[in-house]
């Protein structure tokens, strides 16, 4: 099993739509969750983080954790063409300290 | 403002030839990190370091070196040795608290290897 884990996508969705982004990770003990939005050729930026179960909102970003799951997931409403980025899933585990282990992302496009 | 400086955005080596890859840091942070990315994939830890003067190995240490004499600064070195250093490398810093610390990133340097 892949420490974190995402669907690589393409995820496609119209403008105006809800944009669904899932991960799932290994490390039971893992405390601190964080989405990354990637432009192509930039460094990520963070968009989100999550440290307890449950759903936290920022403006049109949701994000939920299931930590009996091991399941964090993004959800963004009322999708803009601008969102059409890399979605990075990012996990602290214990082995790794203060260090964050990646996922390799989920490609969002969202069409006018 | 604070910040995280990398340099050089662009740089061409060589085969055979180390290069050295700089991160600056004004955040007052303690840890900071080193992350390579490739083409269509996630990021992958190289070195972190929490301390100064002490750093530890991440997921792909082979083939780089680091160092961590100051506090603001944590260059890489990416040595003869790596195979295959082509790549987009991203210098990151935190704070040490390990329950909420997100990373901050430097804007990276796109290595490649003529």
């Known amino acids: 099993q892949k420490e974190v884990e995402q669907n690589s996508g393409p995820l496609s969705v119209p403008e105006g739509a809800i944009a669904s982004l899932n991960c799932t990770y290994s490390?039971?003990?893992?405390?601190?969750f964080f989405w990354y939005r990637q432009y192509s050729g930039k460094s990520p930026e963070l968009i989100m983080s999550?440290?307890?179960?449950g759903d936290k909102e920022d403006g049109r970003f949701t994000a939920q954790l299931n930590k009996a799951s091991q399941y964090v997931s993004l959800l963004i409403r009322d999708s803009q063409p601008s969102d059409s980025a890399t979605y990075l899933c990012?996990?602290?585990?214990?082995?790794?300290?203060?260090?964050?282990?990646f996922g390799k992302g989920t490609t969002l496009s969202v069409s006018s | 403002d604070g910040g995280i400086t990398q340099s050089p955005k662009y740089l061409f080596r060589k085969e055979g030839q180390n290069v050295t890859l700089s991160c600056e840091q004004n955040?007052?942070?303690?840890?900071m990190y080193w992350y390579r990315q490739d083409p269509g994939q996630g990021l992958r830890l190289i070195y972190y370091s929490q301390i100064v003067n002490d750093f530890q190995k991440g997921d792909i240490a082979e083939g780089y070196s680091v160092s961590r004499e100051k506090k603001e600064s944590f260059p890489l070195t990416v040595t003869s040795a790596q195979k295959n250093p082509t790549a987009f490398y991203l210098c990151?810093?935190?704070?040490?608290?390990?329950?909420?610390?997100?990373?901050?990133f430097g804007e990276g340097s796109r290595l490649t290897v003529l």
């Open positions: 490390d039971r003990g893992s405390q601190s």
């Open positions: 999550i440290y307890s179960n």
């Open positions: 990151a810093s935190s704070t040490r608290d390990r329950n909420t610390g997100e990373l901050f």
């Open positions: 990012a996990v602290n585990m214990f082995r790794a300290g203060t260090a964050l282990i």
């Open positions: 955040l007052n942070h303690d840890a």
